[in-house]
């Protein structure tokens, strides 16, 4: 929370992305950044390899390393080595972050910024213009609450985004992640804590998106109705 002045300042001037490049440089001591992947990049996960546009779950008990592996390609953790690769390259010899830009992540905690609906999706897109904001909260099917909210995309969440559930709070940070222009989606439990319903509704939204975008996924979840969503699992633990 003490970064959420500086995110919002970057996100209003359409600088985020450039801030994070700026800060990634200082912290590598001013050295050359690394070319990222390319967008055609495969991954390869635990022995399994992925072209561009296919989904893999990953399944398993808790403490299995599931959502580890998902940090490690984001590069938030060391990677385990032998178990990622990316392009051919195994992740523990590429510097830190450098798929990063492959990669939209919706975590399973899904924290929110002190800030507007606008604002927090704007996170995963600063120039994304109200249409993209909308379209994003129906895939994620969230609209209809945010139609309702007093200044609908304007409305001030509190802290963390208090005033919504933690169902909502997970759909907005889905919506956040849909919003970014990446080859590969990450989702960490993205229908914990919801209906059977509304979440029937949102893995329908998903596979509609999915299937248009051509985006590839790596998904964590313990629900059949996810799962559904990929033709392949990886069983961990």
Known sequence: EGAAG????????????AAVDRLDAVLAGGRKAATP????????????????????????PSGAGKTTLLEALLGLRAPPPGRLAVDGRALESAPEGWARPLFAYAPQDARLLTGTVAENLRLGA????????????????????VRRLPQGLDTWLGDGGEILSGGERRRLSLARALLRPAPWLLL??????????????????LAARLERAGQGLVLVSHRPAPLALCARRLELG
């Open 188 to 205: 960490d439990e993205p229908t914990e804590g919801l209906d059977a319903e509304t979440e029937a509704a949102v893995v329908a939204a």
């Open 6 to 17: 500086l995110l919002r300042a970057a996100e209003q001037a359409g600088a985020h992305e």
């Open 126 to 145: 600063p120039e994304a213009d109200e249409a993209a904001l909308w379209a994003a909260l129906a895939d994620a099917r969230l609209d209809a609450r």
């Open 37 to 60: 992947p390319p967008a055609t990049a495969r991954l390869r996960i635990a022995g399994q390899d992925l072209a561009p546009g296919e989904r893999l779950a990953l399944v398993g």
